[in-house]
């Protein structure tokens, strides 16, 4: 039960849910993405832009699954940019804190850019093929991270206030960075392996999935040891075990389904199993990139609470408090 003397300096908790529900319509949006590239549909319809309600106008017996699977990414997408919009205007006219208005707009340009890096991999397909497609999937994590920032500075956690010592915090805060970074180019790597095949992509790919792995032990081993850092973030710490173990599954079995059939990777044929795996291969690194940035940002933004005295004035001390925000 919260203590009703304190006032916490925060978006409202309809806002945050927003920005929770931006993020999961994200995550959607970054699952059809990858069962675009699984099954190299891309370029299933050469014609962009298309409008948001364009499915709705064709008939059901003329598309490919390809045309249709491409063409709901692209629903998708407008999906998650009236989020952003919605987003940014409900952060401008209800934050006092300026850099998290700005933060919003910042949100919605990015997706605009993405949204653009999409429509030009479909026209300017015969003159770059897929480097356009790596980099639309590598500046996808970028926007989600920042979607993910704006769900973690709208929440109570990130201005409750903190068990971590000082010397705690930053040690912690920069294993998180790391791991966040690590991660990072660990999905960088894997969408030039996926698009480009390209064998120095794949060794590095291959690489960095042991640092990773090796920092995500020693960042839970590090929060294990000091029970202020378990109690506040054993939630992350565990669900970091859990979808490494997944993903070392999930990448063997992708790899071998790939690149270890002895063909060209061309050649493979496309299997449903094959094509579960590598989707949710890709989805998994997304939700371990979320997870390290949110530990980053708990690390070191959470602040102090500040306690309202019941002999002060509750009006005078609620502006006070707002004022801080």
């Known amino acids: ?72 990414h692209r629903l998708a997408g407008y999906i998650v940019g009236c989020c952003v919009i919605v987003l940014a205007v409900w952060l401008q006219v209800s934050s006092r804190r300026g850099w998290l208005r700005a933060l919003g707009w910042t949100a919605l340009g990015c997706v605009i850019a993405q949204g653009l890096l999409g429509g030009f991999r479909v026209v300017l397909n015969a003159l770059v093929g897929t480097d356009l497609a790596a980099v639309h999937g ?31 915090a930053r040690s912690l805060r920069r294993l998180s960075l790391t791991l966040t970074a690590c991660v990072f180019l660990q999905l960088v790597w894997g969408s030039l392996t996926r698009h480009t095949f390209h064998p120095l992509a794949q060794r590095l790919h291959f690489l960095t999935a042991f640092v990773v792995v090796a920092v995500v032990a020693w ?5 294990w040891e000091s029970s202020a850092a ?30 270890g059939t002895g063909e060209l990777p061309d050649m493979v044929k496309l299997t449903p199993p094959q094509a579960v795996i590598r989707t949710a291969h890709v989805l998994l690194g997304s939700w371990l990139l979320a997870i390290s940035v949110s530990c980053t940002l708990l690390t070191g933004g959470a602040r102090a609470p500040r306690m309202v005295s019941s002999e002060t004035n509750p009006t005078q001390s609620i502006h006070q408090l707002k004022a801080t925000a």
């Open 230 to 259: 378990w109690k506040q973030l054993r939630v992350p710490a565990v669900l970091l075990i859990v979808l490494v173990v997944l993903q070392l599954m999930l990448g063997v079995e992708a790899w071998l389904g790939h690149f």
């Open 138 to 168: 590598i500046f996808a994590q970028v926007v989600f991270s920042l979607f993910v920032g704006i769900a973690v500075f709208t929440s109570r956690a990130f201005v409750r206030e903190s068990l971590l010592s000082p010397g705690e």
């Open 1 to 72: 039960m919260p203590d009703p003397r304190i006032e916490y300096p925060l978006a409202p908790r309809a806002l945050h849910g927003w920005a929770v529900l931006t993020v999961v319509a994200t995550v959607c949006l970054l699952a059809l993405g990858a069962v675009v590239t699984t099954f190299r549909v891309g370029m299933a319809d050469p014609v962009w832009p298309t409008s948001p309600w364009y499915l709705l106008l064709i008939s059901y017996k003329e598309p490919s699954a390809g045309f249709l699977i491409e063409h709901t």
């Open 219 to 223: 960042f839970v081993k590090t929060v």
